[in-house]
């Protein structure tokens, strides 16, 4: 596609459920990334990707997150028992490995866990 | 401990006059800087890069200066329109790839 796809747009959920949200990043795109954003902050790094393989995990906040990409395109950030601070917009991004410049970002994904 | 930071939270510019938004970071091994805009409702969208080598980096009405040795960088635009308003994101990392370190935001209004 044209740019970053992330579904749904908005997920609301309850407290202890288990929850999926999906990126497609942009066609031949390498680098994948995800980020999380709370009211009035900026983005927070979570975790990258470059092909199939996690280059670094060092932002998720605990082993309740977990991210996949196993065919080096689509992705999938899963949160195993949500909480309500988990509650935020998941925004993903993707860029060419080497590429100058930003990285393309998604619109996100906005969570309520209630 | 916020290593990259905005301290303004807020900014009004009068459309046609210079708008100046600021960041600090704190991190000496940051060598690549970014600003982002950010619509309400979207995903931040890339505006302009600089890399440490570097202390100016033009582009159209945008211009990002850094100085390294205060370890400011700043985003000007001249003139401003009113569809400059938006939220205004600075982020730095150590290399090109990898992950970005973001300040809180500026929120720009320009007014007709």
Same mark, same amino acid.
């Given at each position: 596609g044209a740019g970053v796809s992330q579904t749904p747009s908005n997920k609301v959920t309850e407290k202890g459920k288990y929850v999926e949200l999906r990126c497609d990043p942009i066609s031949g795109h390498t680098a994948l990334y995800w980020y999380r954003q709370s009211l009035g902050q900026g983005p927070e790094f979570l975790i990258y990707f470059q092909g199939t393989g996690a280059?670094?995990?060092?932002?998720?906040?605990?082993?309740r997150f977990f991210a996949v990409r196993p065919e080096g395109s689509v992705s999938t950030l899963k949160i195993q028992r949500t909480e309500r601070g988990d509650s935020a917009v998941y925004l993903c991004a993707s860029s060419l490995s080497g590429q100058g410049g930003g990285y393309t970002f998604g619109s996100g994904t906005r969570l309520t866990v209630v | 401990d916020q290593q990259v930071k905005q301290n303004s939270p807020s900014l009004s510019v009068q459309e046609g006059r210079i708008s100046i938004l600021n960041c600090d970071y704190?991190?000496?091994?940051? &060598?690549y800087f970014l600003w982002y805009k950010k619509y309400p409702a979207e995903g931040p969208t890339f505006l302009i890069s600089i890399s440490s080598i570097k202390d100016k980096n033009e582009d159209g009405r945008f211009t990002v200066f850094l100085n390294k040795s205060a370890k400011h960088l700043s985003l000007h635009i001249v003139?401003?329109?009113?569809? &400059?308003?938006a939220v205004y994101f600075c982020a730095a990392s150590t290399g090109r790839q990898g992950n970005l370190i973001f300040g809180k935001g500026t929120k720009l209004s320009v007014k007709p």
């Open positions: 280059a670094d995990d060092s932002g998720l906040p605990n082993d | 704190t991190n000496s091994m940051f &060598d003139p401003s329109q009113p569809g &400059d308003s």
